[in-house]
């Protein structure tokens, strides 16, 4: 399987983790802040990242988890929680208040310390590929792991110029079919099927 993800550590150590490793040959990770700490740090330090990124992106996600309600009222802790993520104003908020305690932590700095992909990139083993843009709001090319990445010979980081947080990945849509990523993910499947056939 070559598994493609544009969201956080969570789904590449799950996936790592609890699922069958032997069937995972290539993961491919879009835009994914690679140090979680510096990324939080980023996000409620810089301006642009706070203005263009954590504001608005973490009220639409409180917009849809409060459209939700009735999802989180089941228990005192679900509405807790709801009450939590009603007082939020940015992605790191929603971290703090709802994301961290909902999967058992004292507080998103816990939440990021555990998530923080670097620990899992200094010994995977699974062919990883990092594909990050320069100008990233989140994560910028000084926060790249050079270190951990150039350490080990399983984890690739490719870098675009621009493309802001997972822009890169839509370049060429709708004046071609083929995406930068579909491009990328369909170059990987064929150095594979050649490497296996």
């Known amino acids: 399987a070559v598994v493609s993800t544009q969201s956080t550590g969570v789904a590449v150590n799950t996936l790592y983790n609890y699922h069958r490793r032997e069937e995972l040959v290539v993961q491919i990770l879009l835009s994914t802040p690679l140090e979680s700490m510096q990324t939080v740090h980023r996000l409620n330090s810089t ?19 409060a459209h939700n309600e009735s999802v989180f009222s089941a228990t005192s802790n679900d509405k807790k929680l709801f ?5 939020s104003e940015s992605m ?24 923080c992909l670097t620990k899992c990139l200094r010994d995977i083993d699974i062919f990883t590929i990092c594909i990050n843009s320069d100008d990233d709001p989140c994560f910028c090319k000084t926060m790249y792991p050079r270190e951990v990445i150039e350490g080990n010979p399983k984890v690739c980081l490719v870098t675009t110029t621009a493309g802001g947080h997972y822009g890169f990945a839509g370049l060429g849509w709708p004046f071609t079919h083929a995406t930068y990523s579909d491009k990328m993910v369909a170059q990987i499947t064929s150095m594979i099927l050649a490497d296996v056939t």
Request: glycine share 6%; hydrophobic share 40%.
């Open 92 to 115: 790191t908020d929603i971290d703090e208040e709802f994301i961290a305690p909902m999967f058992g932590y004292k507080s998103a700095a816990e939440y990021y310390q555990d998530i």
């Open 83 to 87: 009450k939590g993520l009603l007082r």
């Open 47 to 65: 301006s642009r990242a706070k203005l263009f990124y954590s504001k608005p992106f973490g009220s639409r996600i409180k917009k849809l988890l």
